[in-house]
């Protein structure tokens, strides 16, 4: 797995056998003010141990992460979560990427990183913040057995994640407290802690610099027991099961870890033994055409890969053509332009009328629906509007970004190693499990960017560049 590309978070000398990938459609930065800016210090740590011995062992209900953020390449295309870490806790904003697996955050020996308002963490700061060592069975577990030059015993545990598109971030481990929001009711959330190892970033280069967006970091989903949902997981703290439901038309969403009861979902295997979350994927229809998928793929198995990451949708080369062809086969007329790597045209009527929806087939009959409003995206460039589509060919991958998962109540379900959705309204709420009464608690979706007093991503800003791009991974194997 080494020249052959890209997403792999690989930790130093030794490779692990983790694939990761983020996504990132970066325009111009613009200066992240959350809602709320700085905490107020109402902490008191000998209340919260006392609670967290009281409440060992104990599974939790669920947990509500509020969402930020929307689907739109040429305003933001990515979600993130606002969580809080250390004691007194700090808040940070985060990417969610179902295709990596650590959570690190810009740290305070980073000089090249950005932020705004806040301080960036800082394990020295924090009065539970612990530098994990070389000789901890994390380090060495992360590291296949041992940690290759672990000379002295305090000596940090170092990470480096790379992501596809050349983006890097690097630092050492820390062991903290991260605070959550857990389910305590219908609507209703209480505060609960829990300590995890993550990354401290003391260097980021490519777009993580700023921030992904701006953001302070990122926070992973991938399967690998390094992630922050593995910890909490394997130390029964939650279920292995977590959805979301990203909302491509007002932006936020839904994103919580426990059992959704409503809505029901239809699900498809996630296929063994990789490090993504890939399913199989039998068919791709545009309209009533099925596109022929590539028989020498198809028969170790088109895969799939759901990627909340990754902003755009791509298919084979081989696919791409094809279906590009499809899309326009009932408007000739319109000419196509490429615009930064992507297909674009004028039109001036509704997209929904003029082109055909796309489904992709999955094993089990799991469709995916993506509507023309969800793969073409309106995108100004000087002056004149054009519609641009967001599908993109990939050597010999399919990875589906938020646009295809967009408007859906998606679950991934790891205990029983598969992954379902359905269309459904992400500005509504969803039901989860609490497994310690039997309750059904409802959760709202949130959207932190219209919380903030701020705008995030001024519209007005909208009409400069579309730098697209990224997330696209290999498969370790591959
Ligand atoms: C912190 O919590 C402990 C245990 O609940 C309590 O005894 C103590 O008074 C609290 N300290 C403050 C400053 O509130
Ligand atoms: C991760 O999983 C591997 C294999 O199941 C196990 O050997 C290792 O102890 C786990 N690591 C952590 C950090 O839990
Ligand atoms: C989605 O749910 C929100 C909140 O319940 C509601 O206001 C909105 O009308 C719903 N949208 C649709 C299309 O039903």
């Known amino acids: 797995m080494k020249s052959s590309i890209s997403t792999f978070i690989y930790l130093f000398l030794l490779l692990v056998p983790f694939v990761s990938s983020t996504g990132g459609v970066f325009k111009v930065e613009h200066k992240f003010f959350g809602p709320g800016l700085r905490e107020r210090s109402l902490f008191n740590l000998s209340a919260i141990k006392a609670h967290d011995t009281a409440r060992h062992n104990r599974i939790l209900a669920a947990i509500d992460l509020h969402l930020g953020g929307n689907s739109d390449p040429t305003n933001s295309g990515v979600y993130y979560t606002e969580i809080k ?20 955050v810009h740290c305070a020996e980073c000089n090249n990183c950005k932020r705004t308002e806040q301080e960036f963490y800082d394990p020295k700061k924090s009065d539970t913040g612990k530098i994990v060592t070389c000789k901890e069975d994390f380090c060495s577990n992360m590291y296949g057995g041992s940690y290759p030059e672990c000379k002295s015993p305090d000596m940090p545990c170092e990470y480096e ?27 209703l959330i209480s505060p609960e802690q829990e300590s995890v190892v993550f990354g401290c970033g ?11 967006k701006g953001l302070d970091g990122l926070l992973g989903f991938g399967q690998s027991n390094s992630s922050v949902f593995s910890q909490l997981a394997s130390s029964k703290k939650v279920r292995k099961v977590f959805s979301h439901c990203l909302d491509g038309q007002n932006g936020g969403g839904i994103f919580a870890i426990g059992q959704v009861v409503h809505p029901k979902v239809k699900f498809t295997p996630l296929v063994p033994k990789q490090p993504h979350y890939n399913v199989n994927l039998e068919e791709i229809k545009v309209g009533k055409a099925s596109i022929e998928l590539p028989t020498h793929l198809f028969k170790t198995g088109e895969v799939a890969m759901i990627d909340s990451g990754a902003t755009m949708l791509y298919v084979p080369d081989v696919v791409y053509t094809p279906m590009i062809h499809e899309i326009m086969s009932n408007k000739p007329d319109l000419k ?21 929806t796309v489904t992709l ?56 190693q598969a992954i379902g959705w ?27 960017s219209s919380a903030s007093a701020m705008s995030w991503f001024p519209a007005a800003a909208g009409a400069s560049s579309l730098l697209v791009i990224k997330s696209v991974t290999t498969s370790p194997t591959g």
């Open 202 to 212: 003391t260097k980021q280069s490519g777009d993580l610099r700023s921030g992904s």
């Open 422 to 448: 359905t269309a459904y309204n992400c500005s509504s709420s969803i039901q989860l499990l609490d497994d310690q009464t039997g309750a059904l608690y409802s959760v709202a979706a949130h959207d932190l």
């Open 336 to 356: 196509l332009q490429t615009v930064e790597n992507h297909q674009c045209f004028e039109y001036s009527g509704s997209v929904d009328d003029a082109f055909p």
């Open 161 to 187: 994640a790379t992501y596809m598109d050349g983006s890097k971030s690097s630092g050492y481990y820390v062991k903290d407290y991260i605070h959550f929001n857990q389910v305590s009711g219908n609507f």
């Open 85 to 104: 870490l250390g004691s007194p806790p700090k808040r940070y904003y985060v990417q969610v990427d179902t295709a990596s697996n650590d959570l690190w």
């Open 361 to 416: 087939h999955f094993e089990d009959s799991l469709i995916l629906t993506v509507y023309p409003h969800e793969y073409i995206f309106s995108h100004e460039v000087s002056g004149k509007k054009l519609w641009c589509i967001g599908w993109q060919p990939l050597k010999d991958k399919t990875i589906l970004g938020v646009l295809a998962l967009s408007n859906k109540l998606v679950v991934y379900d790891l205990d029983k």
